[in-house]
């Protein structure tokens, strides 16, 4: 079965940085695009960045452009998000999505928290 498993978040400073990680298991990996979505408390999920399933082509959030990253090793089955210059408003559980024409899945997500 598919299994999306996130880490790397935890509590930063504004202005610091984080990467997460996505490590996935029981599918072809290489086979899915992978994306990076945040949920906040009472605001909607929204898409942060996405990356296609050979790495070549990524698009991002206007609020998360020029500040996270996006990459992906097939070699390892995982999939990261960089972030840079995190903000308050960056707080939000992380959960990273695989995706292809016929499924769809979900992990549970990482806690990331701005504050100082």
């Known amino acids: 079965q598919m299994q999306l498993v996130e880490s790397g978040g935890g509590l930063v400073q504004p202005g610091g940085s984080l990467r997460l990680s996505c490590a996935a298991s029981g599918f072809t990996f290489a086979g899915y695009a992978m994306s990076w979505y945040r949920q906040a408390p009472g605001k909607e999920r929204e898409l942060v960045a996405a990356?296609?399933?050979?790495?070549?082509?990524?698009n991002y959030a206007d609020s998360v452009k020029g500040r996270f990253t996006i990459s992906r090793d097939n070699a390892k089955n995982t999939v990261y998000l960089q972030m840079n210059s995190l903000k308050p408003e960056d707080t939000a559980v992380y959960l990273c999505n695989a995706k292809n024409n016929w499924r769809s899945s979900w992990g549970q997500g990482t806690q990331v928290t701005v504050s100082s």
């Open positions: 990356i296609t399933s050979a790495g070549g082509k990524t």
